[in-house]
Structure formats: structure tokens, C-alpha cells
């Protein structure tokens, strides 16, 4: 009855690219089991018979790490899709690790999940935690990690891992929903989330104001990060990237004349308006109140991840420094990357209050790896990290060293090691555990 | 130069009993290192002669973590008490593990740590993050693991594990962090840690509402956190407490009819005030805007856990629930406690938005265990923790397979065998293992 639950030949093929179609990869077998036991038994079988696994959720993933490069078994998630009556004495909810995000977000009316990201209709509960998913409210509510109040995964025998009852509370072990996050399949498989849900904001506004300079832009944020109670969302973007966006995807600039920098701020709750208008002051600005205002300011910002694929095929960079280096790294990223490539085009754009800059590149020369290196070693030298919210994967692996020393590296690959029992061979996704070391 | 580094014989004394009295253990030599390089000494050093650890901050704990309770060598990390500049681009500090709680809250007058508990005058960094504080804001700043934006720690072999630059956000390795905080010195040996600040906190208001039982006190409180957007704090008591500590610490009581119940709200920001009189209604309550009142107000509850203590030597137990039993739990634990005790005497009081209940026995029966038996059972029964913030210690450890399954406690002891380097012996503290199984 129903659909089958194991895939193969070309029926697989969907399942063995990601959706930029930058990793391509081939799979004897898609798993698709339908509750928690499934995937413990599918585990424990594919760990006796020393079968590599790679978890799969929607498929939304950056940097490769959900699809079978070296012809894994996928184990896709999706049919766990169970979602639990909203708690509503502790707002949380439980959802199955193939429940997208925007299903959680849907499920009260009243409440909301903390994390908002562009690819919320597809993206899974299992795979925003396996990747810590960020996205466009970090500054308010945390990253994924910071949403989970329990955890149910699988580890690599087919040992359950349980603790869903949502205390907010509980020093009674270590705390291994925040290990697994951000932890990419490489420790276990999660199956379940408990998430807290956030009261649905209101009476929100959304200011886009036209900046003079990266320095001026990232003062701006850091003063409405202090004066804004209700402050959501601290996102930036330069002309570089809008100018091809109204050229290629038909935006109408914000205002007539362009600037070289913009901050769009958003905040909830009485006093936004005026909070925001306090910390704008008489700059070039546009606020909106209403939800299709919001959405037309909204939209500068939500589609340059897309604008440097009007030019050509992009190399994307993620990346994160201190808050005293942002500036640094925000206005140098360009320059690190034509000293490499003197032809490339260089799109920036991100999350100022978390100190993070996607870095779009358009390669002249052939991307082989140096656009990469350019940044990441610039990055490494501003004491910052080369993933800030979209993990190691298949992508980052060889440049780990200049982020993580020797000596936590050997530690997160014993802490990999002591996921598996110890009574049976550590096997599963080997370049994935690279990665992750 | 300058004090000693290690002390023996009768100067050890104050280093092997917790300040309650409760735990007294004995000690060969306290070690007391200046320096991360001196600890990493230190631990190299024990570890090679197999002799056992315990290490020690501010010696504030409640369930015996810090005392060297089988004869360990004590290393007070107290003299650690560097703290960097505070960085006011990224709002954050980085601070010794020997800093005391109060002098990271001092650091800058328009900064504060997220953290407010009754110790903080003595209670350091280290302490702090091993046991995962908690106390009155959590529900506003989350606990002491979600003040950390980075670590420094050392392992049992001596090896220094830092990454203290500061990054809001970095996917590259597992969330150390995180997982040394509420490890009770069971995985390293904590020497620093970068903090978050947070605004401090301005135009704060206080409220106590006089309510007729917890039921309808936990509905206000869910209430408040609902629709008070500066809501910090939404702590309980009950007339027992209250009695108590008017007869014995001279408090006047808030107004001059008795409430079986009392609730109280803090809030700060604009509109702090009226978000909190719409809640309140036309409820019995008091409410102080200045310090003097607000401190007024506070006191009833700040003073709780000396409550029991004027009757005589206590039992405290520290427990939590999922939300919807938090009604349950604090109006049966009396009873629970009485069932096998009858003679007892039971004040409860705590965090009401956190699920947090910290019930305080004034046994008439003998302290055999048999009161925390009874209350982890039935807290147990309701699908919550046996430890909410105080940690497990050497008090909790017996009762821990009430909170976690096997296979939760074979998890966390194979992570705990992995903070050790494999080229080495496994030593360290073997009660605090046991304990946080």
C-alpha cells in the first residue's frame, strides 16, 4: 500500500543532486522510512553490513552535505512528517524531522518559529537542525539550535536517543540538542525535534535606508541593535548588487538616486515605528507598515542570493567575523577576491548584527578553488569563521584547518567516534565525517 | 612572590566543605594556578600520576560539584580572575573562569550579563558555565549556556581547547561550548569564557499580585509572558514562605490580607508599566518603579531560601516540569512530601515560567533520601528533570536513571570518555563521572 519505500535506478535521480545542481552524486538505494523504528532499523542494517548512509531532508542544503557523493544509501526523511498538537501552555511544538518550516510556522495562529529563511516551504525540521539553520531573525531569536527544547535521534546501530518532554530546564546531562545541531548527519540521525514557538510578531515595521559606506551602515546597525527594543532584522546590501537586480529581475530602485550601501531594518511591538524613526533620522529612507510594503522592501534584500546567477554560474561564500571586523571584511571582500580573479564580479550581502557576509562571486578566471581560498584565508586572518550559517558539507572540508586547530579537531572526531556503540564498527558517511572534522 | 600556588594541611579547610555545611570532603593540596598554561600544567601532571581532580570556582553549588569529597586534589580556578575589555562593537567580554558574576555584570554601565543569581557575588564564570546557571532572567536571557559566544577549557592531558573570538555565528565543529555548559568539570577543565552582554536593562518595573492558587497564578504568568514584551522575571511563593519569613526575618507583609499565592512580574522598556497593569487587572498587587521599591518587593522572594532554614536544617530539592504539569507539580508537592513524612514542613517557591518548582523540606522524619525519593518520582512521573539548575553533583547522581534512559546514560559516558586524549589513562574525578551519568 501506498508509495514504496525504498527507491532505485532512475528513480533516485532527484535524490542525488542538490538543487543548484552544483554537487551531483549517484545512489544505489533512497530509503524512505515512515517513523522513527523505520529508521532505526534501516540504520542498524546498513551499520552490520557496513553500507554508508547520508541523511536527506528537503534538499535545500548549500554545501553538499545531504547529497551521496561517494554513492551512499540516502536516507531521506521526508515521510516523518508527523506534527503534535501545539503546546500551548509552553508554546512548543513536537515535529517529525521531515515537517518543513513552514508547516511549523503555520500551526498556530498565534505563534511562530523563530527561524525564518528563504527556504522555508522546503527546508526540514531535521535538516535546519543537522545544518543550524540562521537566516533573517538571528538577531531576535537565535539560530535553530536555539530553538530546540529536546531531540530524538538515531544513532548509527539503531540506538534511540529520546528526550521530548520541552523543559525549558534541565541540567540532568550534557546537552545534546545543541551538539547535534550544526552537527550534519555526522553524529546521528535526528528523527524529532521539540521546538519552542515564538508569540507571532505584530505591528511590525520595515525600514530600508541608503548609507553612505559600509562603516556608516554597520554603526547604524550596531545603535538600532542597542535602541530598538523590538528589533527583528539588521540586513544589508550595496548598489552593486541591487543595480543588477533592477537590471536583470525588473526591481524598481527604492528611491531615484542610488546609494552605496543599504541597511534594512525591521522591529515589532508598540513603539517600532517610532524607535526606528529615532535612529534613522533625516536619513534617505523608506519604511513600510502594511504587509505588501514590507514585502516590496523585503524583496531588495530576499533576492540577491539569485542576483549573481543572472551574470553567470556563482561561487557562494558564507562567512562570519567579529563585530569589530565586520566592517573589514565587508568592504575588503571584493578586493581579496580580484586580486585573485581581476575579472570577478563580487556581490556581498547578509546579516550586519550577527556578523555574517555571503560573498556571491561571479569567476572570470576558472573556479577552481582560489576565490574560495582568497576568502576564507582573509576571513581566517580576521579571527572569523569560513561557515557561518550554512556548515562544512562536501564544500568547505579542505579548508577547515584555518578555523578549527589540531587540537579541536581531534576532539570533535572523538566526540564523532563516541556517537557509534562501541560494540559495533564505527561506519556511515565518511566524507561527511571529514567535513565535520 | 606573592601568595602560595598550592596549600596543605589546615589551609586547605575551607576548600573541602560546601558553604551550606552539608558536604564536607578532605584534600591533600589545593592547587591554585594563575594562568590557563598553569592549569594545562596542572591536569598533565595528575593525570600522569593518576591522581584524581576536583575543580573548584566561587564553591557556591548546591549538590557538592566542587568538594573533594574521595580526597581529590582541589584546583580553585579563583585566581583566574583576568577579564579583557569590554567590546563594545560586538557586545561582549572575555573573561577568566575565577571572574566573579558580579564583576562581568559591573564591566560597563550600559551593559549587564544576562545572568542574576542570589551568588553572584562569589559565583565565578567557571562555576557558573560548569553548573549552567540559571536564576531569575532566563526566561528573558536564557541560562548561562546561552551567554556563551565562546570557550576556553582544558583537558584532562593537559590540552588547551580555545575559540574565543567572539562569532555570533559558526557552523564549522560541534558546539563545545554548549556542551560544557552543565558538565560539572566532568569534560575540562573551564579557564575562560567569552560572554555575550545585554542592554541594561532601563525603566524596569516590579509587580507582586496576590492570587488565590497556582492555578490561576501559573494562567497570569503564561498571560504575562505572552503580552508583556520587556517581560524579565515571573518568580512565585506562597503564604507558607511568606509567614515564615515575617515571623522570623522581621519582613512586614506586601499588604495586610494573606494571598494563598504570589506572583512576581518584572518588566522593563516603554510601555513596561501599562503592559503590566493590563495584565495584573484589578488584582490585589503592589508595584515599585524605584529601587528602593522594587528591592522591597524582591526581597519577599530573594529571601525564600532562607525560609526553611529558620525552622531548621533543610532538604532542598531543584526540579522541573513540561508546562502544562507545572500546576500539578507546585500544588502536590506538599502532599507528595507529606506522604511519607508527615510531620514535614514544605515551602515552595521558584521560576513559574521556566517550569522550575525549588521545593525546601523541613523534615520531622529522618533526611534518609527519603524526601528527594519522593519528590524525583513524582516529578519523574510527570515527565520532568531532577535537576533544573543546581546540576547533579555528588546529591543527585543516585536518582539520575529516573531522568534518562540507558541509552541516554551510555551516550553521555562514552562523550565524557572522549574529552580524554585515547594515548592516555582515563582519570579524573570518579564521583563526578558516576554523577553525570
Known amino acids: 500500500m501506498g508509495e514504496p519505500r525504498v527507491l532505485t535506478g532512475g528513480a533516485t535521480a532527484g535524490f542525488a543532486v542538490d538543487w543548484t ?77 521531515g515537517v518543513t518550516l513552514q508547516q511549523v510556522a503555520d500551526a498556530d495562529p498565534g505563534l511562530d518559529l523563530g527561524i525564518l529563511i528563504a527556504s522555508r516551504g522546503s527546508a526540514t525540521v531535521g535538516g535546519a537542525v543537522a545544518a543550524n539553520a540562521g537566516g533573517l531573525r538571528v538577531l531576535r531569536f537565535g539560530p535553530m539550535r536555539a530553538q530546540l527544547r529536546g531531540i530524538e535521534a538515531v544513532l548509527a546501530d539503531g540506538t534511540v536517543v529520546s528526550h521530548l518532554a520541552g523543559l525549558v530546564k534541565d541540567n540532568t546531562g550534557y546537552e545534546y540538542p545543541s551538539l547535534l545541531a550544526g552537527s550534519e548527519g555526522t553524529l546521528a540521525v535526528v528523527t524529532a525535534a521539540r521546538l519552542r514557538l515564538v508569540p507571532r510578531l ?16 554597520h554603526a547604524l546597525a550596531r545603535q538600532a541593535v542597542r535602541q530598538v527594543p523590538g528589533l527583528v532584522s539588521a540586513e544589508f546590501f550595496t548598489r552593486t548588487g541591487l543595480d543588477i537586480l533592477v537590471a536583470h529581475a525588473g526591481l524598481v530602485p527604492p528611491w531615484p538616486g542610488p546609494a552605496p550601501a543599504y541597511l534594512l531594518l525591521e522591529a515589532s511591538g508598540p513603539g517600532a515605528l517610532d524607535a526606528l524613526a529615532d535612529v534613522i533620522g533625516d536619513r534617505e529612507a523608506a519604511v513600510g507598515e502594511s504587509a505588501a510594503d514590507r514585502g516590496r522592501l523585503w524583496s531588495y534584500r530576499e533576492r540577491h542570493p539569485e542576483a549573481a546567477g543572472f551574470l553567470s554560474v556563482p561561487v557562494k561564500v558564507d562567512v562570519s567575523v567579529p563585530a569589530a571586523q565586520w566592517v573589514r571584511l565587508a568592504s575588503q571582500a571584493a578586493a581579496v577576491v580580484t586580486d585573485v580573479d581581476p575579472g ?51 564544500l568547505k572540508a579542505p579548508w577547515l584547518p584555518l578555523a578549527r586547530t589540531d587540537a579541536e579537531r581531534a576532539l570533535f572526531a572523538r566526540i564523532r567516534s563516541a556517537s557509534y556503540s562501541p560494540v559495533r564498527a564505527p561506519v556511515g558517511n565518511q566524507h561527511r565525517d571529514d567535513a565535520a572534522q
Open 202 to 217: 505584530r505591528d511590525t515595521v520595515t525600514a530600508l535606508v541608503g548609507l553612505g559606506g559600509l562603516d556608516e551602515l
Open 344 to 394: 570577478a564580479d563580487v556581490i556581498t550581502f547578509g546579516h550586519v548584527a550577527d556578523g555574517n557576509v555571503h560573498v556571491n562571486i561571479v569567476p572570470a578566471a576558472s573556479a577552481d578553488g582560489r576565490h574560495e581560498d582568497a576568502v576564507f584565508s582573509f576571513v581566517a586572518s580576521l579571527g572569523g569563521s569560513i561557515s557561518a550559517e550554512h556548515g562544512i558539507g562536501a
Open 21 to 97: 545542481g552544483r554537487f551531483q552524486g549517484h545512489t544505489p538505494a533512497v530509503v524512505r522510512p515512515r517513523d522513527t523504528a523505520e529508521v532505526a532499523a534501516v540504520l542498524a542494517l546498513c551499520t552490520d553490513a557496513g553500507v554508508p548512509v547520508v541523511p536527506q531532508g528537503g534538499n535545500t542544503g548549500l554545501v553538499g552535505g545531504g547529497v551521496p557523493l561517494l554513492g551512499e544509501v540516502v536516507l531521506s526523511l521526508t515521510r516523518l512528517s508527523q506534527m503534535g498538537p501545539v503546546d500551548h501552555a509552553a508554546a512548543q511544538v513536537t515535529a517529525g524531522a
